[in-house]
């Protein structure tokens, strides 16, 4: 079940959202403007350190809303409703060792209206 969450006062655009799939700790980014969602470099935890014992402020440290989801598959039928198409959540994968590379997304077709 998906949960929004709306940590800062500013208003948010339509037209875009972040998305945190709790199971896989991943943060996505939807724009529906162009039509793409895509797995993000953007950490979702609390202070988390890095190797130079700097802080890394992440989603929920921005103050930007989002939207939880328990998996992959609750993302996937929210974005099905949300846009009104079945997506499919494509990747790649390393033509050199075969093996499929981390940088899933989801694109879809944008009428105009």
Known sequence: MAQIKQLSSTTTSANAE???????????FIDYIIG?????PVDFSKYKKDTTSNAI?????????????QDIKDFQDYMEDKIGQEIAI????????NVERDDRRIVWYVTDN
């Open 57 to 69: 402020v992440g989603l929920l440290e921005s103050g930007r809303p989002y939207t939880e989801f």
């Open 90 to 97: 494509e990747s790649s994968v390393d033509p050199i060792t």
């Open 18 to 28: 972040y998305a945190y799939i709790i199971q896989d700790e991943d943060v996505w």
């Open 36 to 40: 793409i969602a895509f797995k993000t």
